[in-house]
């Protein structure tokens, strides 16, 4: 059985992948808790990794993945991971990273403000100068230009950088029962006068995960746009004619249930999606999906917090839990699992049956209320 974990952290993201070989992955990391706040709800996420490791009787993950450099995908970094690149990083209580995923502008970005992305930024340098420890995700014209200003032989780290329309050569459905299809970034060239985006080169990937002969996928968002996200389908699905990379059992919604990664409007009560999207959601989905929205809890009508132009968007919500009803699925909210006043990490269990929510002591109405949307028709 392999297992996703997903962490309540607000709106931040933290997805800790257990493999059934016993292979351990962790897709982002963001410790926003503030230890000062009593009423900071927000999970402890050292001391919760730290933990599982221990019972693992190990000080390493096999891969960690920086889906791009926002803070609320890498804070706390610093403080809790090994670097190779300055010994001020490394110490017997850091945890150790055999392969670090990122995107190519993470090596590529000029002009990086945040002191901790910096940090980030400089070990993925440092790993693909040296040719190892890392895998780089798309843009090899934008590296390749890197490369050539810093003295680096490009063609000498080709077996290091991933396109999007591949599959990640760390893992294999025969080997260790998952392969994982990039999505993106894309492998283009920005010109001069264009400013990166961090959304749009983020990170997405569609794993697939065998259990005897079942296939699971799930779909691992970043903060992708719906524009970048309509440009995946429309390439996937019409130029390279492989729907199949995305169908999702379980999907990681991006940027914290935003109505952006739908459409260009929020709409009165609910947001329409561009019609890529909408065929993502609505024709792509397996029986029983489950949708994890990585956010604070979903705003209530009328309230302030329903007034606020950051996500989660009740907007968004309501499509999803549209989707969801279609599927006789489950749409979760991290910060709302089980129960709002009390949120814990949220599992998925991925075995021959595929996906299934752990549900452990919620309640059955808990579940009805909170959690299912109700079936269309």
């Not at 996420?45 to 599982?52: F, I």
């Not at 709002?340 to 209320?369: C, H, M």
Request: charged letters at 35%.
């Amino acid at each position: 059985m392999h297992k996703l974990t997903f962490y309540p952290l607000g709106n931040a993201d933290s997805c800790r992948i257990d493999l059934e070989n016993g292979k351990k992955l962790l897709i982002d990391f963001a410790d926003k808790k503030d230890p000062e706040d009593q009423e900071d709800l927000r999970c402890d996420l050292p001391a919760l990794l730290r933990e599982d490791l221990e019972e693992a009787g190990r000080d390493y993950y096999d891969v960690v993945a920086i889906t791009h450099l926002d803070d609320d995908h890498f804070r706390g970094a610093s403080e809790f991971f090994w670097f190779d690149h300055a010994k001020k990083y490394q110490g017997e209580d850091r945890i150790k990273i055999d392969t670090l995923w990122v995107p190519a502008d993470v090596i590529t970005e000029k002009g990086v403000e945040d002191t901790e992305a910096k940090i980030i930024q400089k070990e993925a340098r440092h790993r693909f100068k040296n040719g190892s420890g890392i895998r780089v995700f798309s843009r090899p014209e934008g590296l390749r230009a890197w490369c050539d200003d810093n003295g680096i032989s490009f063609d000498e780290r080709k077996e290091l950088i991933t396109d999007a329309g591949k599959t990640v050569p760390e893992f294999s459905l025969h080997n260790d029962g998952v392969e994982f299809f990039v999505h993106s970034p894309f492998a283009k060239r920005l010109n001069e006068d264009e400013v990166e985006d961090r959304n749009t080169g983020s990170i997405v990937l569609q794993g697939t995960f065998r259990v005897a002969s079942s296939d699971t996928r799930v779909l691992l968002f970043a903060d992708t746009p719906h524009e970048n996200l309509s440009e995946i389908v429309l390439i996937t699905r019409d130029v390279k004619k492989h729907p199949d990379r995305l169908k999702w059992d379980v999907a990681k919604l991006p940027h914290h249930c935003s109505y952006r990664s739908l459409g260009q409007d929020k709409g009165e009560d609910k947001t329409e999606p561009t019609d890529e999207i909408s065929w993502l959601w609505s024709k792509q989905g397996e029986d029983k999906g489950v949708i994890v929205s990585t956010s604070k809890p979903i705003p209530v009508k009328g309230t302030d917090e329903d007034k606020d132009k950051n996500p989660p968007h009740r907007q968004a919500a309501n499509y999803y839990q549209e989707v969801t009803g279609d599927l006789d699925g489950d749409f979760v909210v991290t910060m709302e699992w089980p129960k709002q006043n009390d949120p814990k990490p949220l599992v998925i269990e991925i075995g021959s049956l595929k996906a299934k929510l752990k549900r452990g002591a919620v309640t059955a109405s808990v579940i009805a209320t909170t959690q299912r949307s109700p079936r269309a028709g």
